[in-house]
């Protein structure tokens, strides 16, 4: 391949194989028995370990720790492989590990997977091809996912779980079984309101009569038990002495998501 798609500063180990029109970044290092397919774009500072083999086509984008040991206290330094196929996303911090000996001893990844910032691959996983793990999603060992599956933001999996394909996972939700194909999962009860930020209010020079009237906003619109449209009615009698409720009432108004109540 052309050394101008090799920046200067970039580490690659006489070990490795780079396919034609590999493209690698400043600061990058490629360890020994690391092979990467025709097309491939390895971002600055990516770090890549071996035994790993990578497809084509692939586009590993700044900070991605690719092929590290496995984060289990029985590894032992056996040799164990990470593979990843063709056409995949693998964005910033993203970190994959290898297998380990007594779990199969290879990670997998399909194709045309879209791996978002700082979700963590853990050792002896197997991810089908089309999925979507969005950002903060972390899968423990052992994991297996299957084609076209979507995990939302900070999602959880524990370790040997299996989610089927076409699976869809909520925010923030915790996966401590297997998964059907087809289904939605969500956490059991997502964020509820706790009050007004009082002291944070009083920190910033918020007086006691701006305060007072932000809490009867607050009563209308939580505690008063009152359907919204009626709380509205409330918040806008409130908002003619206050600033402060009416900038609520605005943000209310102009919303495209149901109001977390």
């Not at 590990?97 to 879209?114: C, K, L, P, Q, Y």
């Not at 060992?141 to 933001?153: A, C, E, N, Q």
């Not at 607050?218 to 505690?223: E, F, P, S, V």
Request: charged share 25%; hydrophobic share 35%; net charge negative.
């Amino acid at each position: 391949m052309s050394s101008s798609l090799i920046h200067p500063t970039a580490f690659i180990d006489p070990g490795a194989k780079l396919g034609e029109g590999v493209q690698v970044g400043a600061f990058v290092f490629i360890g020994d028995e690391v092979e990467i397919g025709d097309g491939t774009r390895i971002g600055p500072h990516c770090v890549i370990h071996g035994p790993t083999r990578i497809g084509r086509d692939n586009v590993f984008h700044g900070q991605s720790a690719i092929g590290g040991e496995p984060q289990d206290k029985k590894y032992r330094g056996e040799r164990v492989a990470l593979e990843i196929g063709d056409g995949n996303s693998i964005r910033e911090f993203v970190t994959i590990n290898r297998g380990t000996g007594d779990g199969g001893g290879v990670t997998r990844i399909g194709d045309r997977n879209w791996i978002l910032a700082y979700t963590h691959i853990a050792h002896d996983c197997s991810i089908g091809n089309d999925c979507v793990f969005s950002n903060n999603a972390t899968l423990a060992g052992h994991v297996t996912v299957g084609d076209h599956v979507i995990l939302s933001g900070f999602t959880g999996v524990h370790q040997f779980c299996r989610i089927g394909a076409h699976a869809f996972i909520g925010m923030g939700a915790f996966v401590n079984g297997d998964v059907p194909p087809f289904l939605m999962v969500a956490q059991d009860s997502y964020s509820k309101p706790r009050g007004i930020n009082s002291e944070g209010l009083k920190r910033r020079g918020f007086d006691a009569g701006r305060i007072a009237a932000i809490k009867r906003a607050y009563r209308a619109l939580y505690m008063s038990g009152a359907k919204l449209d009626e709380a509205r009615l409330e918040l806008g009698e409130i908002a003619s002495d206050s600033e402060d409720v009416r900038a609520m009432l605005d943000f209310i108004e102009r919303g495209e998501r149901p109001l977390l109540r």
